[in-house]
């Protein structure tokens, strides 16, 4: 019987030209600024309140980096393993000896498959992990993060075998976006995590910004006076 090996999880490309995107001098001073970080190694975290395009940008400097994008969407019931992999489904493998008829080996080993998941799939390699809304997952989920982050090193569960400690990939990066200021569903960052990225705040656009984003969105032209 053929051995079904589950699958990784697969990264996604987001396209480098969004049409829809709007960038005014405004924006295109965030984008720079956090480009600036990110191409020296830095990690980035987009802070502000809903609706403000912090994951529109994160989504656009992802697309600009031009690597494969791991994305996460903060959830209250991740664990640590939802974000570096657990042990899915098991192996079965049997032998039976019957060489001499009058006797009857026979030796059966049961192993659990592990599968990695997204946060190792991105350290492992090197593509950008945009984590969007961190802080909706627990502060003790994203507690694997630290060393990423600090020490580039990825703390692995004995069970995967091969590599307890995964060595991050060069060319990894992160991006994380957050509202401060949400109510409800949502944790307090925890000090050692935001310590290790570049927080960019962002307000609400200036207004000039605003009027080319309303009008791109509804497909009208801005009536110059
Ligand atoms: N630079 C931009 N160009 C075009 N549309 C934008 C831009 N920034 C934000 N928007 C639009 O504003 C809305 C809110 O943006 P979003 O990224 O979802 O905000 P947030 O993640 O902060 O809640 C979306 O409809 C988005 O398409
Ligand atoms: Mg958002």
Not at 6 to 29: C, G, Y
Not at 32 to 53: E, K, M, Q, W
Not at 76 to 82: A, G, P, V
Request: net charge negative; charged share 25%.
């Amino acid at each position: 019987m053929p051995v079904e090996t589950l699958s990784e999880v697969q990264p996604i490309t987001i396209a480098k030209e969004q049409p829809n995107f709007v960038r005014t001098p405004h924006i295109k001073e965030i984008i720079d600024r956090a480009l600036l970080y990110i191409n020296v190694g830095f990690p980035i975290h987009f802070s502000s309140p809903a609706g403000t395009g912090k994951t529109t940008l994160a989504a656009y400097i992802a697309a600009n980096l031009e690597q494969p994008v791991i994305l996460i969407h903060g959830d209250d019931e991740f664990s640590t393993s939802d974000l570096v992999g657990g042990e899915h489904g098991f192996r079965r493998k049997k032998t039976v000896d019957n060489f001499i008829h009058s006797v009857l080996k026979t030796d059966e080993k049961v192993q659990a498959d592990w599968i990695d998941n997204r946060l190792t799939v991105a350290c492992k390699h090197g593509f950008t992990l945009l984590y969007d809304e961190f802080t909706r997952s627990r502060p003790e989920a994203n507690n694997v993060l630290l060393s990423v982050l600090e020490e580039r090193l990825l703390d692995l569960p004995a069970a995967r075998g091969e590599d307890a400690y995964l060595k991050v990939h060069p060319n990894f990066k992160a991006i994380f976006t957050s509202n401060p200021e949400e109510y409800a569903g949502v944790y307090k960052a925890q000090d050692a995590l935001k310590d290790r990225m570049i927080t960019i705040k962002l307000g609400h656009y200036d207004r000039d910004t605003e009027i080319v984003i309303t009008c791109a969105k509804a497909g009208v032209k801005e009536k110059r006076r």
